[in-house]
């Protein structure tokens, strides 16, 4: 009888924490994502400057990076909770408009598509020292923000919960739920110490 595999040995994620993705082997990844900047827009000059910035921050890199293109839903979780959660504060006569606007904001998150672009920083530990390796980790993520804000872009640092959801979805493509929510929903809560989901090969 075929031994059946569990989850984690299909994936090489031992761990995401503290802004990083703990891989297998004490490798380390943070993911960094920008507002896009319509390149089309830009006069010549804006143009040519835009690409001489970003040159010279590859030039200055002197660590591998990845650079990972997604079609992604919009996301407007935080704005929906923002209103949702001031909901009490308006004055009766406002709640109608309120609730038209949550409905459509919440219709553009489900059918609006957009280009989303990140830059991955990664750095292998060789000496399995974690202290080090996030310090040697927040030495590289700085150089490359600072590369970007030299390019005029606003580079923003993905947080733990971000990565979750990131990963999620690119193991579950046209997925409406994120893996964020599902966790502040009580989903690990339904998982035991020691016991791992287990799935039939196909």
Do not use: W
Request: contains cysteine; aromatic residues 8%; charged residues 25%.
């Amino acid at each position: 009888m075929q031994k059946l595999k569990r989850t984690s040995e299909f994936l090489d994620i031992e761990d995401i924490k503290d802004d990083l993705i703990i891989l297998k082997g004490h490798r380390y990844r943070a993911v960094i994502t920008s507002d896009p900047v319509n390149f089309a827009l830009l006069t010549p000059a804006e143009q040519n400057a835009l690409e001489d910035a970003f040159g010279s921050m590859l030039l200055s890199i002197t660590f591998p990076i990845q650079i990972l293109s997604l079609t992604q839903r919009v996301n407007l979780k935080d704005s929906i909770q923002a209103f949702r959660a001031n909901r009490h504060r308006m004055p009766e006569s406002m709640l109608r408009y309120e609730y038209e606007l949550e409905r459509f904001l919440s219709y553009y998150a489900e059918n609006t598509m957009i280009n989303q672009n990140y830059l991955i920083i990664t750095y292998d530990d060789k000496e399995n020292n974690y202290a080090k390796a996030r310090g040697e980790m927040s030495r590289r993520i700085q150089i490359v923000m600072d590369g970007l804000m030299k390019c005029g872009l606003n580079p923003r640092l993905l947080n733990t919960n971000e990565l979750i959801d990131l990963i999620h979805e690119v193991l579950n493509p046209g997925t409406k739920i994120t893996a964020s929510t599902l966790i502040e929903n009580g989903a690990l809560s339904f998982m035991k110490e020691g016991v791992e989901l287990e799935i039939q090969p196909v």
